[in-house]
């Protein structure tokens, strides 16, 4: 009886994991897909991205982004389950960015906190 209750566990185990692995791929948007496409990073494998690169012990993490600095400049982007992360060393560019609400809004995770919360301080940008 614990066989069939762990093959069933696995029957949905494994599919929720795949499913978790190929939603972002999905609801990416074409638009944000090619403008990330052309920011330099590091190549990463299919689905998983450059997960695997940051792996090991979390001593390694600041060497590791150090390291991708110098190779691939001050704009650069790894790729993590399908979520684009972009990485920008330089100042004045980030403080452009910044600067700037046009390119600044929150989450979606904070939508859910708006009929609560109103537009406080939490939720404003």
């Not at 795949?18 to 944000?32: C, E, G, N, Q």
């Not at 993490?61 to 110098?70: N, S, Y």
């Not at 993590?80 to 452009?96: A, P, R, S, W, Y």
């Amino acid at each position: 009886m614990l066989a069939v209750g762990m093959i069933l566990l696995c029957l949905i185990i494994i599919p929720l994991g795949l499913l978790y692995m190929i939603l972002p791929y999905k609801f990416t948007s074409r638009r944000a897909r090619k403008l990330t496409d052309k920011i330099p990073g590091p190549p990463g494998l299919p689905y998983l991205g450059n997960m695997l690169m940051f792996s090991g012990p979390h001593e390694d993490t600041i060497p590791i982004v150090m390291r991708l600095c110098d190779e691939y400049g001050t704009i650069w982007k790894i790729r993590n389950l399908g979520v684009d992360l972009v990485f920008m060393t330089n100042e004045e560019d980030i403080e452009q960015l910044l600067s700037n609400a046009k390119y600044i809004s929150k989450s979606v995770v904070y939508h859910s906190l708006i009929p609560w919360l109103n537009d406080g301080l939490l939720l404003s940008t």
